[in-house]
């Protein structure tokens, strides 16, 4: 079963986030941090949401993510300014799917997610018409 990986120190955006999957009928790994991504990190993972800030250790959880799983669908969810994050993601020679912003509307989420599955599942682009 596809699995999303959900690196955030904060509990609420977590849960919020395990909700949306659960709904969807995805199953979740969760971390408060970045420290033990190896251990957390398998095959079955499409999707990792990222929390760029606090103990997350976002550009960490990041490059570790593209450079030994190239596979996984990488966004990075952050309330901080997307142009930081941005020019950061370059200078380090880091690429993500996207950058969505914290506090995140449920259906944004959901939205990713299923699109992150479908091209998993070589059925991109997903179409949510």
Known sequence: MAKVLII????DARTMMVRICTNVGVETILASNGVDIEGVMNPDV????LDWEGDSQGLECARFIRKRFPGVCVYIFSGADHG???NTLHAEK???AGIIDKPAHMEEIERVVLSALAAARGEWPYNTA
């Open 8 to 11: 955030d120190d904060d509990e």
């Open 84 to 86: 930081t994050i941005a």
């Open 94 to 96: 880091v690429s993500v």
């Open 46 to 49: 499409v999707l990792a949401l």
